[in-house]
Protein backbone atom coordinates (compact mmCIF):
# COMPACT_ATOMS: atom_id res chain seq x y z
CA UNK A 1 0.00 0.00 0.00
CA UNK A 2 1.41 3.33 -0.98
CA UNK A 3 1.61 6.31 1.53
CA UNK A 4 2.54 9.40 1.61
CA UNK A 5 3.07 12.01 3.99
CA UNK A 6 3.91 15.71 3.63
CA UNK A 7 6.08 17.77 6.34
CA UNK A 8 7.56 21.07 6.05
CA UNK A 9 4.78 23.54 5.53
CA UNK A 10 4.40 26.45 8.02
CA UNK A 11 4.31 30.55 8.19
CA UNK A 12 6.85 32.31 6.62
CA UNK A 13 7.34 35.86 5.34
CA UNK A 14 7.50 36.77 2.21
CA UNK A 15 11.08 36.46 0.91
CA UNK A 16 11.51 33.38 2.90
CA UNK A 17 12.25 30.00 2.30
CA UNK A 18 10.85 26.56 3.03
CA UNK A 19 11.46 22.92 2.09
CA UNK A 20 8.58 20.34 1.88
CA UNK A 21 9.73 16.93 2.47
CA UNK A 22 7.47 13.62 1.33
CA UNK A 23 8.54 10.48 3.32
CA UNK A 24 6.71 7.50 0.83
CA UNK A 25 6.44 4.14 1.94
CA UNK A 26 4.70 1.15 -0.16
CA UNK A 27 6.87 2.99 -3.79
CA UNK A 28 9.71 3.58 -4.94
CA UNK A 29 11.21 6.55 -6.95
CA UNK A 30 13.20 4.21 -9.95
CA UNK A 31 11.11 4.59 -13.42
CA UNK A 32 7.94 6.75 -11.22
CA UNK A 33 6.53 9.85 -11.21
CA UNK A 34 6.28 12.45 -8.28
CA UNK A 35 5.26 15.59 -8.10
CA UNK A 36 3.78 18.55 -5.74
CA UNK A 37 0.41 20.42 -6.09
CA UNK A 38 -0.97 23.23 -4.05
CA UNK A 39 -4.24 24.33 -3.56
CA UNK A 40 -5.64 27.73 -2.32
CA UNK A 41 -8.65 28.51 -0.51
CA UNK A 42 -11.61 28.82 -3.23
CA UNK A 43 -8.89 27.83 -6.36
CA UNK A 44 -8.45 24.83 -8.15
CA UNK A 45 -5.70 22.89 -7.56
CA UNK A 46 -2.40 23.19 -9.59
CA UNK A 47 0.82 21.60 -10.49
CA UNK A 48 3.51 23.14 -8.81
CA UNK A 49 6.73 20.41 -10.06
CA UNK A 50 6.99 17.11 -10.79
CA UNK A 51 9.83 14.67 -11.35
CA UNK A 52 10.69 11.75 -13.18
CA UNK A 53 13.47 9.58 -14.59
CA UNK A 54 15.60 12.64 -13.41
CA UNK A 55 13.56 15.02 -15.61
CA UNK A 56 11.91 18.00 -14.20
CA UNK A 57 8.88 20.39 -14.95
CA UNK A 58 7.69 23.11 -12.88
CA UNK A 59 4.72 25.71 -12.92
CA UNK A 60 5.72 29.15 -14.86
CA UNK A 61 4.64 30.92 -11.46
CA UNK A 62 7.11 28.93 -9.44
CA UNK A 63 10.04 28.54 -11.86
CA UNK A 64 13.83 29.77 -10.43
CA UNK A 65 12.22 29.95 -6.78
CA UNK A 66 11.27 26.57 -6.47
CA UNK A 67 13.47 23.06 -6.43
CA UNK A 68 12.14 19.22 -6.58
CA UNK A 69 14.15 16.79 -5.80
CA UNK A 70 14.38 13.11 -4.52
CA UNK A 71 16.75 10.94 -2.10
CA UNK A 72 16.61 7.53 -2.95
CA UNK A 73 18.12 6.23 -0.12
CA UNK A 74 15.77 7.62 2.05
CA UNK A 75 12.31 7.73 -0.17
CA UNK A 76 12.10 10.91 0.29
CA UNK A 77 10.70 13.66 -2.20
CA UNK A 78 11.81 17.11 -1.36
CA UNK A 79 10.21 20.83 -2.78
CA UNK A 80 12.65 23.42 -1.98
CA UNK A 81 10.52 26.71 -2.17
CA UNK A 82 12.23 30.06 -1.72
CA UNK A 83 11.74 33.71 -2.51
CA UNK A 84 8.31 32.44 -1.61
CA UNK A 85 5.31 35.29 -2.09
CA UNK A 86 1.87 35.44 -0.71
CA UNK A 87 0.47 33.85 -3.65
CA UNK A 88 2.40 30.62 -2.81
CA UNK A 89 -0.17 30.57 0.07
CA UNK A 90 -1.89 26.82 0.02
CA UNK A 91 -1.93 23.71 1.07
CA UNK A 92 0.96 21.72 -0.37
CA UNK A 93 -0.01 17.91 -1.40
CA UNK A 94 2.30 15.45 -2.43
CA UNK A 95 1.49 12.60 -5.40
CA UNK A 96 3.01 9.63 -6.77
CA UNK A 97 2.24 7.66 -9.83
CA UNK A 98 3.43 4.26 -12.16
CA UNK A 99 3.11 5.94 -14.51
CA UNK A 100 5.53 8.39 -16.26
CA UNK A 101 3.83 11.71 -16.43
CA UNK A 102 0.19 10.95 -15.42
CA UNK A 103 -2.55 13.18 -15.97
CA UNK A 104 -4.23 12.35 -12.87
CA UNK A 105 -2.06 10.78 -10.38
CA UNK A 106 -3.12 7.76 -8.33
CA UNK A 107 -1.73 8.56 -5.08
CA UNK A 108 -2.14 11.67 -2.73
CA UNK A 109 -0.62 12.17 0.68
CA UNK A 110 -2.68 14.55 3.32
CA UNK A 111 -1.52 17.75 2.39
CA UNK A 112 1.17 20.51 4.73
CA UNK A 113 0.19 23.73 4.96
CA UNK A 114 2.39 26.74 3.60
CA UNK A 115 1.52 30.27 5.01
CA UNK A 116 3.42 33.19 2.97
CA UNK A 117 2.60 36.90 4.92
CA UNK A 118 3.53 40.25 3.36
Known amino acids: QVQLVESGGGSVQAGGSLRLSCAASGFTYSSRCMGWFRQAPGKEREGVAQ??????WYADSVKGRFTISQDKARNTLYLQMNSLKPEDTAMYYC?????????????WGQGTQVTVSS
Open 95 to 107: AADFRPWPGVYAY
Open 51 to 56: ISTGST
